[in-house]
């Protein structure tokens, strides 16, 4: 019913910058929060940044002042716009849209990306 696709991801030396997009399609009726999490080999998942649907954004303290998370809802896709990246930044980052669909109008899920592996390494 719905699917979401990432890109963007790669391979980066520290300091640089990468830009990832997650894009949905599918019976969407609406999307509310849109967010971005990550997981480093051996940990947990953990969020990185999150948008509502008005626009107010939170983010995890390790990348406050260098990631910011947007959204363009006419093309159902949210943005990671990481600048000044680090070694410990190394994750596989997913992406999550809470969702209703044309079949379930009241009913919001979590529909999530397959992930993009983002390495930060000289």
């Known amino acids: 019913q719905v699917q979401l696709v990432e890109s963007g991801g790669g391979l980066v030396q520290p300091g640089g910058s990468l830009r990832l997009s997650c894009a949905a399609s599918g019976s969407i009726f609406s999307i509310y929060a849109m967010g971005w999490y990550r997981q480093a080999p051996g940990k947990q998942r953990e969020l990185v940044a999150g948008?509502?649907?008005?626009?107010?954004?939170n983010y995890a303290d390790s990348v406050k002042g260098r990631f910011t998370i947007s959204r363009d809802n006419a093309k159902n896709t949210v943005y990671l716009q990481m600048n000044s990246l680090k070694p410990e930044d190394t994750a596989v980052y997913y992406c999550?849209?809470?969702?209703?669909?044309?079949?379930?109008?009241?009913?919001?899920?979590?529909?999530w990306g397959q992930g993009t592996q983002v390495t930060v390494s000289s």
């Open positions: 999550t849209q809470r969702i209703t669909t044309l079949q379930a109008i009241m009913k919001a899920s979590d529909y």
């Open positions: 948008i509502t649907s008005g626009g107010s954004t």
